[in-house]
T-cell receptor, first 113, second 114 residues
Framework: DQQVKQNSPSLSVQEGRISILNCDYT??????FLWYKKYPAEGPTFLIS?????DKNEDGRFTVFLNKSAKHLSLHIVPSQPGDSAVYFCAASNTGTASKLTFGTGTRLQVTL | GAGVSQSPSNKVTEKGKDVELRCDPISGHTALYWYRQSLGQGLEFLIY????????KSGLPSDRFSAERTGGSVSTLTIQRTQQEDSAVYLC????????????FGQGTRLTVV
């Protein structure tokens, strides 16, 4: 049972344009959401997070949007840069139980020149 | 060191042999995770330790897999009688308070079973 889903396995975006990565979840108890970036041969690195009490969190070029009613979150990267090319994972947890992070299957972003 | 450390970074083993993978979490982190990533796949959850609570072993794929965390710090993932389908990158992560906070990942151990 995949509780966190990333339905787009890959995405290609031109440099300078906006990249939008999507994530859906099914567990209504999830209240903390994170995005990770992974380069080949490296461990994932934390990018940005959002609590369910918010609907938007921004950090530089990265913004995460949360739509609780739709159980959907998205990561916006603008402007996209070639160095953003990586696999992006979303993750979710239920902070009330300090439960484990549940990850999606990832979306490979390719930023082209 | 300041980050999560995993050893070895690479391991090639013969089918049927046992292997042990080690993870040194960030000091003071109460939560520790093991995930694996097979070629072309996402992050597959294996096991989660949180403080003194019983570990969440729900992701272990078979009874050949086991993990322990001694003294609330270092963790060892053991795979007995390895099979070719066990070949993957095994990733360890730790966090300060479990799912309440972001997890920091190690570089992973690439396991190849031949």
């Amino acid at each position: 049972d995949q509780q966190v889903k990333q339905n787009s396995p890959s995405l290609s975006v031109q440099e300078g344009r906006i990249s939008i990565l999507n994530c859906d979840y099914t567990n209504s108890m999830f209240d903390y959401f994170l995005w990770y970036k992974k380069y080949p041969a490296e461990g994932p690195t934390f990018l940005i997070s959002i609590s369910s009490i918010k609907d938007k969190n921004e950090d530089g070029r990265f913004t995460v949007f949360l739509n609780k009613s739709a159980k959907h979150l998205s990561l916006h990267i603008v402007p996209s840069q070639p160095g953003d090319s990586a696999v992006y994972f979303c993750a979710a947890s239920n902070t009330g139980t300090a439960s484990k992070l549940t990850f999606g299957t990832g979306t490979r972003l390719q930023v082209t020149l | 060191g300041a980050g999560v450390s995993q050893s070895p970074s690479n391991k090639v083993t013969e089918k049927g042999k046992d292997v042990e993978l080690r993870c040194d979490p960030i000091s003071g982190h109460t939560a520790l995770y093991w995930y694996r990533q097979s070629l072309g796949q996402g992050l597959e959850f294996l096991i989660y330790f949180q403080g003194n609570s019983a570990p969440d072993k729900s992701g272990l794929p078979s009874d050949r897999f086991s993990a322990e965390r001694t003294g609330g710090s270092v963790s060892t993932l053991t795979i007995q009688r390895t099979q070719q389908e066990d070949s993957a990158v095994y990733l360890c992560a730790s966090s300060f308070q479990g799912g309440n906070t972001e997890a920091f990942f190690g570089q992973g151990t690439r396991l190849t079973v031949v």
